[in-house]
């Protein structure tokens, strides 16, 4: 121990570009963290290579950059996973524009496939059953840890480590990422498992099987946007058939949400988004109606097809205040407004509080589903087909190209969902 603590101070000298008081600082010179980098630096796979790439997160409104790391190290619980695809989210360009704080450097991307290269020492042998070496899979972006006082309590999607540690430090749930650089040794933080990579570490209850049936690029969205959309069709809105649905902003996210709604049964579902090549694509995908918001007033046009009621759930899928404020008053009495969009830190949205009170209006944060109880059903839509994965992805892209992709979400030219392939 000795040896790995003054190994500590030394690379903690060398490495002038953090600051003293960096997070990122701390976190390499505890020399635990020492003792995982000089483990990982002569680490092969199964006699394969020793390292990889992966796209790096700076600073906000700086580009990614592609670099190369020590191959990560799955731990007791944990696969190492050769990654084949990951989707392109608004989550991760929140991160990119500064408008969510996540610490950096760090490796964005959360919706992944790819097959189970490595298992991690000591790990439970029903999860080496479960999930053996050659596996195709494909992992949640809510990591549950299966312990804690929610995951125990079957809220997977609030799971306390999961916020303790990915989101709020961009680690694992024993504190360390698994992420080191090749040449310098420094430590790299994990946005969920960090798939916008060759090789990512993912906890065992945060993935599910991926039939021989479904391909690797176009399943990867299974993750988040249709686990996010089916936790907030079957938990938040507790969907029922014949129900009426209105999904504002149909995105990848909404445009799962619609197919969603289809699946369990929905009578009518309204597709509101202010572009109408969206718009056609959420009706080709099962929305009964489409309200273009730039050009119709949506609270009129809503009570309109409704015969002046409103609808049982609207799903905000932007987090936009205006947006926030347009489902709550689209619902009817007694209805439910689900709020799955994230904005900015500290957007706040207005609410009519005596209408909320006297006409029971429920108003629900949705952030994604429970990952061992639902992922497999989100894989199971998909393979029978209920869920068409063909025609929600709508742009492949290389890896080399992650940049350009998000430049385009953001700029509203990806009209469905992209993804990345990152390996073959």
């Not at 731990?75 to 084949?84: F, P, V």
């Not at 409704?306 to 926030?324: N, Q, S, W, Y």
Request: with cysteine.
């Amino acid at each position: 121990m000795a040896f790995f603590s003054s190994a500590s101070r030394y690379l903690c000298r060398r490495r002038q570009i953090f600051t003293p008081y960096s997070p990122l600082r701390r976190l390499f010179c505890d020399s635990a963290s020492a003792e995982e980098q000089i483990k990982a630096a002569g680490y092969h796979v199964g006699g394969g290579p020793s390292f990889m790439r992966g796209t790096v997160f700076w600073e906000p409104n700086r580009p990614l950059t592609m670099e190369e790391f020590q191959m990560p190290r799955p731990k007791a619980g944990e696969l190492l996973i050769k990654t084949k695809a990951c989707g392109v989210c608004h989550s991760d360009l929140h991160v990119l524009k500064g408008e969510l704080p996540f610490s950096s450097p760090c490796v964005l991307g959360h919706e992944i496939t790819g097959e189970v290269v490595e298992i991690g020492p000591h790990t439970d042998v029903s999860i080496r059953e479960r999930f053996p070496v050659g596996s195709h899979v494909v992992g949640a972006f809510i990591m549950p840890c299966g312990n804690c006082f929610f995951c125990v309590r079957g809220q997977e999607d609030i799971c306390e480590a999961f916020f303790a540690y990915n989101r709020s430090k961009g680690t694992l749930y024993d504190g360390q990422t698994r992420l080191f650089l090749r040449n310098t040794g420094n430590p790299v933080y994990m946005y969920s498992m960090g798939g916008l990579a060759e090789y990512c570490v993912i906890p065992a209850n945060a993935v599910a099987i991926l039939p021989s049936s479904l391909p690797y690029t176009e399943s990867a969205i299974l993750g988040c946007a249709v686990f996010t959309a089916y936790g907030a069709m079957r938990h938040a809105a507790e969907l029922h058939a014949g129900d009426s649905v209105a999904v504002v902003g149909v995105g990848g996210v909404g445009a799962s949400c619609i197919q969603i709604a289809r699946a369990f049964g929905a009578a009518e579902i309204i597709a509101v988004d202010v572009l109408d090549e969206k718009l056609s694509k959420a009706v080709s995908l099962g929305a009964t109606h489409a309200i273009n918001a730039s050009k119709e007033d949506v609270i009129e046009k809503i009570k309109e097809i409704t015969g002046g009621k409103g609808v049982d759930v609207a799903v905000e899928a932007l987090g936009k205040p205006i947006t926030f404020v347009q489902c709550t008053k689209v619902v009817r009495d007694g209805g439910k407004a689900v709020m799955v969009g994230l904005a900015p830190t500290n957007a706040l949205g207005e609410v009519d509080i005596t209408r909320l009170v006297r006409r029971q209006i429920k108003i629900i944060g949705s952030y994604g589903a429970r990952a061992r109880q639902d992922l497999p059903q989100v894989v199971k839509l998909a393979e029978t087909g209920i869920f068409n994965l063909k025609n929600t992805v709508s742009r492949k892209c290389r890896f080399e190209e992650a940049n350009e992709a998000y430049k385009d979400l953001d700029g509203g030219k990806i009209i469905g969902r992209a993804v990345i392939e990152i390996t073959e």
